[in-house]
């Protein structure tokens, strides 16, 4: 029966957010009561709040141009594939937030949450938002990085960002080597 219940509600959030239908839609595609939506939509609230704070992160990027992501699903994918860790020095979203780095920041916006990072920047043609050049990285590296570094220039930065991660937390934050592995492979066999 859960089975049966979890693809009941994976259907759900299919057409609730991604195809964007009404309840009156889903009643119809679904052959089910409003208050059977009803209580589709609370025991998925949950995955639903995620998916709207993913939203935002995709709204926030959809019409700048160099954005390719062919549509939300796509992105909401990628970004659910993603490590919780910034793909440079290695923090977790969590820890940065109990390392309270942040709290002084002007801008509240930023740091909350691991920012989606264009790894590759130049040249221009290949600064894009896809599948392949994006990953997460928290506030300091994405900052730190900008559009000035290679991945492998950045490489030591980052692992002075680490350091100070380390030092800030009292415990030794674990340096990723999948940026690093992937794109100086790709800058390498270019």
């Known amino acids: 029966m859960a089975n049966k219940e979890r ?17 009156l839609e889903i009643e119809k595609e679904l052959n089910i009561s409003r208050s059977e939506v009803q209580q589709l939509y609370d025991s998925c609230k949950e995955r639903i709040s995620d998916m709207q704070i993913i939203k935002r992160k995709y709204n926030n990027k959809k019409d700048l141009e160099e954005f390719k992501f062919s549509d939300f699903k796509e992105f909401y994918n990628w970004y659910k594939r993603q490590p919780n860790n910034c793909c440079y020095c290695g923090i977790t979203q969590e820890d940065a937030i109990k ?6 920041l ?17 040249p ?9 050049n ?8 994405n900052n730190a990085k900008s559009d000035f570094f290679t991945v492998e220039d950045f490489k030591l930065i980052a692992k002075g960002i ?21 794109f100086n492979k790709e800058s390498n066999d270019k």
């Open 124 to 132: 221009k043609k290949d600064n894009v938002y896809s599948v392949s």
């Open 106 to 122: 002007k801008r509240k916006t930023r740091g909350i949450s691991l920012e989606i990072e264009r790894v590759i920047t130049f």
């Open 7 to 23: 693809c009941i509600e994976d259907i759900f959030i299919e057409l609730y957010c991604f195809e964007q239908l009404k309840y």
């Open 162 to 182: 680490n350091n100070f991660w380390s030092n800030k937390l009292g415990k030794r934050i674990v340096f990723p080597p999948e940026v690093y592995e992937t």
């Open 134 to 141: 994006c990953r997460l990285a928290c506030h300091v590296c």
């Open 99 to 104: 390392s309270k780095v942040y709290d002084n």
